[in-house]
């Protein structure tokens, strides 16, 4: 009997990979900076409803009616957020959780490419290690860039992290975040490394999961505006919508979304290719390196650097052109998702 020709790999159309750093809510609090640590000095932040008479100011789209009428006010009701007036200091607290198993797909219906794209992810933890991603990982905890607007004038930021390990041993670390940058991860800091280490023993397995809980003390000033994330209303015929703005609160407390907070933990991508940047800034991990409060992709598939270009060569056993592309793939499997291919 003649041998059956072996059918070339290709990707399934069933593939995905469960997050592996995974990010709570991110609850806010107003406090004063001498009585930071004080958590009987905390007062949760509550939404406030205001109306206000405003002006019409957005572009006109040539409308007769609507030029005439342009000297009329812009009534509009808003959420805010505010510190109380006694309180100089915002709190922003939330939990990460990292898992190990990166190189086990959630799920495929392949198992001979689950074998092959398995021993490429295991052959990257072992030769190259999860060092590098875990370092931006915790330069990005460090800094406050998770904070987003929350950040901007700040006169003292702290963050302090802590985790309990198996036999209940408690680790904490303390960081200012105004000494680390938002532009690079260029860090010899020791509690840096320490606590990359920490991401790194879950992410490479040699320790099932890591608990981080993040606490983040922002010095503004007295009754200043804080930032929650601001909720997307896709049904317009919600009676909310009266609002022209919604922020959002968990458990009646101003929070921040988890994805918007994950969202700053994996800004770490660098390895994009070059443009005409100004300034080459790190943006979040995604599939094709959209930022989209800019509106560019920095990994448009016509590039050969999106991750399905990359991770296709990458799970199939093909060298990649350099180790920042193997940094990429890797962090996208960690962050996650749906990556199967159609057979239509």
């Known amino acids: 009997m003649a041998k059956q020709k072996s059918q070339k790999l290709t990707v399934p159309s069933v593939l995905s990979y469960e997050r592996k750093i ?5 609850f806010m609090y107003g406090t004063v900076w001498e009585k ?4 009987k000095a905390k007062t949760p932040l509550h939404l406030r409803e205001k109306s206000v008479r405003g002006t019409i100011s957005n572009r006109l789209k040539g409308d007769k009616e609507l030029e005439a009428n342009i000297e009329s006010a812009n009534l509009q009701t808003v959420d805010v957020c505010m510190l109380p007036i006694e309180c100089d200091t915002l709190i922003l607290d939330f939990n990460m959780k990292i898992l190990s198993g990166v190189q086990n797909p959630s799920a495929s219906n392949d198992p001979e490419f689950t074998k092959a794209s398995s021993k490429a992810i295991e052959e990257y933890i072992a030769n190259v290690g999860m060092g590098e ?5 915790a330069v990005n905890i460090a800094n406050g860039r998770f904070l987003w ?3 901007v004038g700040a006169d003292k930021l702290e963050v302090i992290v802590t985790t309990t390990n198996a036999e209940g041993n408690e680790k904490t670390w303390k960081f200012d975040g105004m000494s680390f940058s938002l532009k690079d991860f260029d860090s010899d800091d020791e509690q840096i490394k320490e606590l990359a280490k920490c991401i ?12 981080l809980n993040v606490k983040s003390f922002v010095k503004l000033g007295n009754g200043i505006e804080v930032y929650p994330s601001e909720e997307l209303i896709l049904d317009k015929g919600n009676s909310r919508t009266k609002k022209s703005k919604i922020l959002y609160e968990a458990d009646d407390i101003a929070a921040m979304h988890s994805q918007k907070i994950g969202n700053a933990i994996r800004t770490i991508d660098t390895w994009y290719p070059e443009d005409d940047d100004v300034e080459r800034r790190p943006i979040a991990v995604e599939a094709y390196g959209s930022v989209t409060s800019i509106g560019k992709a920095y990994r448009e598939p016509s590039s050969k650097k999106d991750f399905y270009t990359l991770f296709d060569k990458f799970a199939l056993g093909e060298q990649l052109e350099n180790m920042e592309d193997k940094h990429y793939v890797m962090a996208m499997l960690i962050r996650g998702g749906v990556f199967g291919k159609s057979s239509k």
């Open 22 to 26: 995974s990010v709570s809510d991110g």
């Open 36 to 39: 930071r640590m004080d958590e």
């Open 133 to 137: 991603l875990s370092k931006r990982y």
């Open 149 to 151: 607007r929350n950040r």
């Open 200 to 211: 790194e023993e879950a992410l490479a397995g040699k320790k099932p999961f890591a608990v």
